[in-house]
Every structure is written in structure tokens, then in C-alpha cells.
């Protein structure tokens, strides 16, 4: 496979070129932010909000863009242009630059540009429902997209040992807030649920929310552990996961154990929504 470009700190180089100083804060302290997007028909979907997210994660922890929105769009859109792929998956990642002192960054945050070949998941996970589990834990500073993903990857290692292709955080109070890498949503009947407070609002879920608006009745609240058992149907959101039905959540089936109407109406019209943009 040809070596992937990316861009590094104002360089467009190949991936296997890429380095980053060691004493930058994202290795010494995981000091950093992240926003993920793909594209569809070759070119990024809603590139300026993935970017408008990155700006205010970053300014949740207190940490400036290494430039503005628009030349952070344009070097996404330059980074895949170097590619050439059908379809890709793109990383944006400002991290919180060199420091002499492990603290404070001498110079400025660094800004970097992956792009890869998007990974494509089973139409087992479509067609007949994907499986999820549940775990005491929340993210610090949930709003935030940070580059700290240590108890996300705890929490998906408990994942792939039980099958299951997500992990639900679950609150002190009980509540459920939203995977590792998606949002939650639940169908009680015709009534639209999903979590408010305590997440990070994913782009993927915003256009799900525009789609269901009509629809349905829409109420984003709380949802507690205990009336997962109860739920009609259920499914996860997310760039690369898109509208990703749920079959089974720990040891309970959701509903009827395979993807709902609603569900299913709410992926094809979030498709026709994707691959039909100009």
C-alpha cells in the first residue's frame, strides 16, 4: 500500500517520515485535543463543524489553535488531495507542542493531519445488530475531544473480551451517557431518547437529530441504566460507525434482539442524507 501523506507542523510529508519532537506535551503529559471526520464521495462531510468542535475543545483545556478554522480546513483538504482515495477517514490533532519544562510549551501547540483508507464495518453490525456492554466510568471534561483515552481503551478492552463492538459509560448516578467513540440513543415507542449533559455532542448524532426532528418526539435527557431493559430499540452513533443499531446491550436483548423500523428508518435516511450530498 502506498505510504499515506499526512501533514506535520507545516510539512505535507509520508507517514513513515512523520516524527514529533519527544519532549512535545501530547507524549510527556497527553496534552492535546482531536477531532475525527470521514469523507463521503471523496470529499470531507461537514468538515468546518469537526473544526468549529476541535476550537472549542481545545478551548476547554485551555489550549489556542496553532491557526484559525479556515486554514485548518484548507489543510485538510489539501492532506487528502495528497492521498488519492475513495473514501478516507481523517484525524486533525493539535497537541500542546515542545517543552523544555514538561509543562509549558516553548514555542506553541503542533498541529497534525491524518488521513487513512476509512475502515468499513460489517453489514452483520447493519442487518442484524451489534452488541454492547456497560461500565462504571465517565471522561474528564466530557465536552472535550481529548487525546486522553486511557480509560477508553480499559473500557474497550472490556469490549472485545465480551464480543461486544462498544462500551456504554455509565455515571455515578446511574446514568447513561455515551460510548467510548459514539452517543447513545433509545426508542421508547415512537419517542426519540438520548443524553444531553455529560457527553461530547458528536456531529454524527447532530445530523441524526435533524433527521428525527419530524419524525418523532425527540427529548434529549437522562438515560438510567435500569430502563435499558425496557427500551424498544437502540442504537449508536458516530463518524466511522455512522447509525449503528444495537441487538443487545450486557446480557439483555434490546426490544426484539434485532434493529427496530425506526432504527432502520433513521439509517436509510441518514445514507440518502450522506451519499447524496453535492
Known sequence: MTDPICYV????????????????????????????????NGRPFRLAEHVQRLAHSASLIELELPASAAEIEQIVRQTLARNQLPEAGIRIVVTGGASSNSISAD???????LVSPLRVYSDNYYTQGATAITVP???????????????????????????AVE??????????????????FVFNGQQLVTPIEGILPGVTR?????????????????????????????????????????????????????????????????????????
Open 167 to 184: 462500551a456504554l459509560y455509565v455515571s455515578e448516578q446511574g446514568h447513561v451517557l455515551e460510548g467510548t467513540t459514539t452517543n447513545l
Open 206 to 278: 447532530r445530523v441524526v437529530l435533524e433527521l428525527a426532528q419530524h419524525r418523532f418526539e425527540v427529548i434529549e435527557r437522562p438515560i438510567l441504566r435500569d430502563e435499558l431493559a425496557g427500551v424498544d430499540e437502540a442504537f449508536i452513533t458516530a463518524s466511522n460507525k455512522e447509525v449503528m443499531p444495537l441487538r443487545q446491550i450486557d446480557d439483555r436483548p434490546v426490544g426484539r434482539g434485532r434493529p427496530g423500523p425506526n432504527t432502520r428508518l433513521l439509517m436509510g435516511l441518514f445514507r440518502e442524507a450522506t451519499r447524496g450530498q453535492s
Open 9 to 40: 507542523n507545516g510539512q505535507f510529508l509520508p507517514l513513515s517520515e512523520a516524527t514529533l519532537p519527544v519532549q512535545d506535551l501530547s507524549i510527556l503529559r497527553g496534552y492535546g485535543v482531536f477531532d475525527f471526520l470521514r469523507t463521503y
Open 137 to 163: 466510568a465517565s471522561r474528564y471534561i466530557p465536552a472535550a475531544k481529548t487525546i486522553n483515552y486511557l480509560g477508553a481503551l480499559l473500557a474497550q478492552k472490556k469490549a472485545a473480551a465480551a464480543g
Open 107 to 113: 514555542e506553541g501547540p503542533g498541529l497534525l493531519v
